[in-house]
């Protein structure tokens, strides 16, 4: 099973929402990570999570809060967004975050933002 | 820092006939090579990769690529596209011996047409 599923696919939200976005993964991966993708462009890193612990934050907006809860959930909640943040966040995973020959990384299909 | 470029934005081509997306990289360092297929509206499906030993690589959907050190190209290829390649074709990097960064291309698009 190499699957990678976040919830929800669509979320429309005001730019004075709090929401959250899940991803979940059964693999047994430890390296969790999100990706913003703008239309027409490609994925962007804006965390990794390595064993749970936050590794790597690409200089994102603090609007942005990531969260690892256990092993196999990845959360990032969201805060005081704007309208330019409206983008496919995508969610992945692989074995570990090293690049070695078993690790491959693994998408989720994403979570289409609209803030209004 | 290294880098991707893919120089074709647009890639049309008819059923049945083959294709080569190009994608040339730079790095001072080695690197691990990755191609990612995204369909209308879906998340990222790995389609191959490069890590090390031979050069010419095969994935999925009978896509095909070959790294080339000295020219630092990792050009994806396919004999005979069906309709469904429909889709936007990613080239990735990582630089070997640290986190699994990937460091994407901008993209191709391949329409494939009757």
């Known amino acids: 099973d190499t699957e990678v599923t976040q919830t929800p696919k669509h979320l429309v939200m005001g730019m004075t929402n709090k929401k959250s976005l899940k991803c979940e993964q059964h693999?047994?991966?430890?390296?969790m990570y999100w990706y913003k993708q703008k239309a027409k462009k490609p994925p962007e890193l804006m965390f990794v999570y390595s064993y749970e612990k936050l590794s790597i934050n690409e200089s994102v907006p603090s609007r942005f809060s990531p969260e690892c809860p256990n092993s196999s959930l990845l959360n990032l909640h969201l805060h005081a967004l704007q309208p330019e943040d409206s983008a496919l966040y995508l969610c992945?995973?692989?074995?570990?975050?090293?690049?070695?020959?078993?690790?491959?990384?693994?998408f989720g299909e994403g979570s289409w933002l609209t803030v209004v | 820092a290294q880098s991707v470029t893919q120089l074709d934005s647009q890639v049309p081509v008819f059923e049945e006939a083959p294709v080569e997306l190009r994608c040339n990289y730079s790095s001072s360092v080695s690197v691990y090579l990755f191609w990612y297929v995204q369909y209308p509206n879906q998340g990222l499906q790995l389609l191959l990769k490069?890590?090390?030993?031979?050069?010419l690589v095969k994935g999925i959907n009978g896509f095909e690529a070959e790294f080339n050190k000295s020219q630092t190209s990792f050009h994806l290829r396919k004999p005979s596209v069906h309709i469904s390649d429909t889709a936007e074709y990613f080239c990735a990097v990582s630089i070997t011996g640290t986190a699994s960064k990937l460091t994407f291309g901008t993209g191709t698009r391949l329409q494939v047409t009757l």
């Open positions: 992945a995973s692989s074995l570990t975050v090293l690049p070695n020959s078993g690790n491959t990384i693994y």
């Open positions: 490069y890590l090390s030993g031979s050069t």
């Open positions: 693999m047994g991966h430890r390296a």
